[in-house]
């Protein structure tokens, strides 16, 4: 059997890994378009620091692809699939069968149209270990750094900077930072923290026009406003990577749709991580949850189906964040609407514990350097459980196992079904 990997990060290797533990024979070739062996993608801001080392970025080491035979070709961009002779197409024009193929090509940093904003030297995303290098190389501590996007990678990257140059400056459309995973409280909170560091903010504009000459020396903001700039990174979003499934004629929405199994429309293609949508339980719609662990077990998942037959289903998910931002940790779960006062339930400058209670059952949850109750209040959320039936308030703060009744914290500490 010859099982081919398109993308060597965490939805791939896990394939590969699950493939090998039930496949000893088959051959396993993974293809990535990267220079790098796989690395910890949350990691690129912490080599941008200098807190990580380029010898710990490392997500599997060489003995991982040895000891399973696992084939990877770097700098090797898949061009094509084509899905009728089973087979794809390499950048230097090589064609590689497959009888199983995984896509797991992740994300895609999205650059919006703006004027003058092309062919600049010192314009930078911050998605891969490459651009952080590139970045790490370009700065210095004169460097007058603008960011576009105040959502986590635009966040990372100002981390990943501070101390290192002159001026860093965030901007965003929206009104708050992290927009999309945080309401208004945490968002302020972060904020204000990230401010204490020097680093400014400017919400509610976005980039009207890029000036320079082969170099960006300035950005002119929609409210009229310049600012000078050495050093451009465009952080607005990320898009899943669905230009090869599509082209094959795979069915793809706002990404590449997979059946419980991973499998895509097409028998013998499957996919996994960042480029699919994948079932969100709170929701209850399809989602694309750009999470590592996510990417991760649908990988895993992928890989033991394109092994064995379509016999594992993929775990259901939510989104979740969980990061920290110049020492603040916060963790997200969840449908966490909107903020009211009654859902706020400690708050302090440094710190904030919202929980969103809907209808007798937890739905989700905003922690601020007060996260050790995360993982009891993901549980409740997973087994739906109606915050009724719990001994005591989980709004109150000293909560533990002991929020459940008896006999159904024995089966959650001893894994008893009765
Ligand atoms: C700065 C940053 C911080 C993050 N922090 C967190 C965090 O704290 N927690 C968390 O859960 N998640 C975090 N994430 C998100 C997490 O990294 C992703 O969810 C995860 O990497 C997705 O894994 P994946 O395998 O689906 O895709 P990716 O990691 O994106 O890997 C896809 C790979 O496929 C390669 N590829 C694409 N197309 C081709 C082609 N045609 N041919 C060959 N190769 C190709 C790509 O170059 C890439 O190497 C962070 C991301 C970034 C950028």
């Known amino acids: 059997m010859k099982y081919v990997i398109i993308g060597n990060s965490a939805a791939g290797v896990n394939a590969a890994d699950a493939i090998r533990k039930n496949d000893k024979k088959g051959q396993i070739t993974i293809i990535s378009n990267e220079e790098f062996p796989a690395y910890g993608r949350p990691l690129i801001s912490y080599y941008l620091s200098g807190k990580v080392k380029p010898e710990n970025m490392s997500y599997r ?12 070709l770097l700098n090797t961009e898949v061009t094509k699939i084509d899905s009728k002779n089973k087979k794809v197409i390499t950048s230097g024009g090589k064609k590689i069968d497959y009888d199983k193929l995984l896509i797991a090509t992740g994300s895609v940093p999205f650059v919006p149209p703006t004027n003058g904003l092309a062919n600049q030297e010192n314009v930078f995303t911050f998605l891969t270990y490459g651009e952080s290098r590139r970045l790490k190389t370009a700065v210095n501590k004169n460097s007058k750094v603008v960011i576009v996007g105040a959502g986590l990678i635009g966040l990372k990257a100002a ?17 708050r930072v992290m927009a999309s995973v945080l309401d208004k409280p945490a968002a302020k909170l972060i904020q204000s923290h990230i401010e204490q560091n020097d680093i400014d903010f400017k919400l509610g504009v976005s980039v009207a026009e890029v000036v320079g000459e082969k170099k960006v020396s300035k950005v002119v903001l929609s409210n009229g406003e310049s600012l000078l700039c050495d050093i451009l990174i465009v952080a607005v979003g990320v898009r899943p990577n669905v230009a090869l499934a599509k082209e094959s004629g795979i069915k793809v929405n706002r990404a590449i749709i997979v059946d419980e199994y991973m499998q895509t429309s097409q028998k013998d293609i499957y996919a996994a991580g960042d480029c699919v949508e994948s079932w969100d339980c709170l929701a209850n719609a399809c989602k694309v949850l750009a999470l590592w662990p996510n990417a991760s077990n649908q990988g895993e998942t992928a890989g033991f189906n394109m092994s064995v037959g379509n016999k ?12 920290s931002f110049f020492g603040l940790q916060l963790i997200s779960a969840g449908i966490i609407g909107e903020a009211n006062k009654n859902s706020i339930f400690d708050r302090a400058a440094n710190k904030l514990r919202r929980l969103n209670i809907v209808d007798d059952k937890l739905l989700g949850y905003v922690l601020i350097n007060d996260t050790q109750r995360a993982g009891i ?27 459940y009744p008896k006999a159904s914290r024995v089966c959650k500490i001893w894994g008893q079904t009765k």
């Open 377 to 403: 209040y993901t549980a409740l959320i997973n087994d739906k459980t109606k915050l009724s039936s719990l001994e005591y308030d989980i709004t109150k703060k000293d909560i533990g196992l002991s929020v």
């Open 61 to 72: 080491d060489a003995s991982f692809y040895k000891s399973r035979k696992i084939d990877v």
């Open 159 to 175: 981390e990943g900077l501070f101390g290192q140059v002159a001026k860093i400056t965030v901007l965003d459309l929206a009104d």
């Open 312 to 323: 594992q289903k993929a775990p259901v998910s939510f989104a979740m964040n969980a990061i």
